[in-house]
């Protein structure tokens, strides 16, 4: 959302299914200092009815919407042993369900892009995160099923943020282990932008160490 203010968007709804919580508000409060609006709606983006009724609002109150950025996600890792259908489904609905919504209520609509945060566990696989990389394989799927109906869309397979999942300690040692640095909000911000200018429908977007990595995967 910073970022999109920062390229001159006068308006951007953000969608979560709780409050803001203190940093969020922040933000908000930030971007708002640049001359955005910011809309905040609450709803469950794989909930239909909460879907439906955040379109139902922009149509009403909003200008037409220009563009998403699908940016949900959830965890529950396990050995595949320990996976139920249930597990699965808690970190589906954000992403297969929740793209798929939005998909569906903007196919109409003429939109600049539609980006997907994707993770590099749909490329790279990633140890008891099965249902994760399920899910995100997923959104690879949407991207190339939109681009070949004529419509935008971009998946981006990120590594590690160091704002987001992987922001603590033990998750940053161990991700040094296989290879990989979390990458800043702000380096990530630059490769969207080009990506975006470039026209590519997937990605994958890596600050690597790549001989270690070479060493990880060759072990499974």
């Not at 955040?54 to 950025?69: A, H, N, S, W």
Request: hydrophobic fraction near 45%.
């Amino acid at each position: 959302a910073r970022w999109l203010a920062h390229k001159g968007a006068r308006q951007i709804v953000l969608v979560s299914r709780r409050e803001p919580t203190e940093s969020t508000a922040d933000m908000i409060a930030e971007i708002r200092q640049l001359g955005c609006r910011v809309h905040v709606m609450l709803g469950d983006i794989g909930n239909r009815s909460d879907v439906a009724e955040i379109f139902r609002r922009i149509r009403k109150e909003l200008p037409p919407l220009k563009g998403v950025i699908h940016a949900a996600g959830l965890l529950d890792d396990g050995l595949m042993a320990e996976q139920t259908w249930s597990r699965f489904e808690t970190v589906l609905a954000p992403k297969q369900t929740g793209s798929l919504l939005l998909h569906e209520m903007t196919q109409d609509l003429e939109l600049d892009f539609f980006i997907l945060y994707s993770s590099a566990a749909s490329i790279l696989g990633s140890p008891g995160q099965g249902n994760y990389a399920t899910a995100n394989a997923f959104l690879d799927g949407l991207a190339q099923q939109r681009v070949a109906a004529g419509l935008p869309a971009l998946s981006i397979n990120w590594g590690p943020w160091s704002e987001g999942m992987a922001a603590s300690e033990t998750v940053v040692r161990s991700l040094a282990l296989q290879g990989l640095s979390p990458l800043t909000s702000e380096e990530s911000h630059e490769v969207l932008e080009q990506l975006i200018l470039s026209g590519a429908v997937q990605a994958t977007v890596l600050d690597a160490d790549w001989p270690r990595m070479r060493r990880r995967l060759s072990a499974y």
